[in-house]
């Protein structure tokens, strides 16, 4: 409904996040507003934690109710490598990095995780998960999306998720799915009593 949308703030510093978040919440009704102010961010096993560990720390530095979402990418062969750190390797390593590290390798099973944390200022951080699995394809191909999307091909298609438009990307996307859950709280009546 126009001009009746709840607005949530989304600190992250990654244009393709705030895209697919905008897609995935607007028919709830929620308005992602971008929010460079993530900071710290902790290195752990899981993308709940850190995604839990940031929001809770965002919110008290900054003062305000918001969300924070940390993903990755784990690939089977690789003991689930890059998983928490896929940002890094992805800077680092690259597409062709992680390609080269597969080279040979009996299974390309991979899958991405998500994890929106929502924290207010003087609460403690809900955490909403999403996963979707596939595999990594030999070369990359698809000039959509972002990161790791050109290899990565989801479980029963043929494309790339690179190769996808945004809206069939979040329609099955780890990200798509956990926004998906946060958004049916944040709009839900638990959530609703305190906003
Ligand atoms: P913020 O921390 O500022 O939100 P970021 O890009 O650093 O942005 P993450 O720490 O969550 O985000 O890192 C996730 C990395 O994992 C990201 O840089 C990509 O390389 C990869 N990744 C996560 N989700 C992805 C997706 O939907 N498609 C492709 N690659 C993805």
């Given at each position: 409904?126009?001009?009746?949308?709840?607005?949530v703030y989304f600190?992250?510093?990654?244009?393709?996040?705030?895209?697919?978040?905008?897609?995935?919440?607007?028919?709830?009704?929620?308005?992602?507003?971008?929010f460079d102010g993530k900071g710290v961010e902790i290195q752990a096993e899981t993308v709940s934690e850190?995604?839990?560990?940031?929001?809770?720390?965002?919110s008290r530095i900054y003062d305000r109710?918001?969300?924070?979402?940390?993903?990755?990418?784990?690939?089977?062969?690789l003991g689930g490598f890059p998983g928490p750190s896929s940002s890094?390797?992805?800077?680092?390593?690259?597409?062709r990095g992680v390609l080269a590290l597969l080279e040979g390798a009996r299974?390309?099973?991979?899958?991405?995780?998500?994890?929106?944390?929502?924290?207010?200022?003087?609460?403690?951080?809900?955490?909403?998960?999403?996963?979707?699995?596939g595999r990594i394809s030999k070369s990359a191909s698809g000039e959509n999306g972002f990161g790791f999307d050109p290899v990565f091909i989801p479980s029963g298609g043929r494309r790339s998720m690179g190769a996808l438009t945004l809206e069939e990307k979040c329609a099955i996307s780890h990200r798509g799915e956990s926004m998906r859950k946060f958004a049916s709280w944040y709009t839900g009546p638990e959530a609703g009593q305190r906003f």
């Open positions: 409904m126009p001009g009746s949308s709840r607005p600190a992250t510093s990654n244009r393709g996040k705030i895209q697919e978040a905008r897609i995935v919440l607007s028919p709830y009704g929620i308005e992602a507003v971008p850190v995604a839990a560990f940031s929001a809770r720390a965002a109710p918001l969300i924070v979402e940390d993903a990755g990418l784990f690939v089977e062969a890094y390797v992805y800077k680092t390593l690259g597409i299974s390309r099973r991979a899958r991405f995780r998500s994890a929106v944390a929502f924290c207010e200022p003087t609460g403690e951080p809900r955490v909403f998960e999403g996963e979707v699995t």
